[in-house]
């Protein structure tokens, strides 16, 4: 996962959760490397919480958003996730649907748009 770029990281979830939403976070955290300067912020949702598990990951000048949906748990993928009618807002993914591989696959896309920006300036 190409971290050069990335500035803060905000995480809520639920650890004892088994739902695919509340993993993906616990993952997340899992991957970042312990030199780079992130600004993480976790907050540690108790069992018997009905808040959703939320993801927020802001680059230089963009915030990326995923949410857990109040929707069904069926397993799909990014597009479906970003055309999915959940009651999200149209900058948030959904994470009942995405996994760590979307999540770090969205992260990396965006790193390298910045990277060929950084380039082409100079």
Known sequence: ??????????VSFSPLAASRAHRTPRLLL?????????????TILPSNS???????????????????SKGSD???????AMAATTGLADDEL???RLGIN???EEVDRY???LARKEALDG
Do not use: W
Not at 1 to 10: C, D, E, F, I, V
Not at 30 to 42: E, F, G, N, W
Not at 50 to 68: L, N, Q, Y
Not at 74 to 80: A, D, M, N
């Open 1 to 10: 996962m190409l971290t050069k770029y990335l500035t803060t990281l905000t």
């Open 30 to 42: 899992a991957l970042l490397p312990a030199s780079h300067t992130i600004k993480v912020s976790t």
């Open 50 to 68: 009905t808040a959703p598990a939320r993801i927020t990951i802001g680059f230089k000048g963009k915030e990326i958003k995923f949410v857990e």
């Open 74 to 80: 069926k397993k799909g993928g990014k597009q479906e």
């Open 94 to 96: 959904d994470l009942r």
């Open 102 to 104: 979307d999540v770090v």
């Open 111 to 113: 790193s390298r748009m």
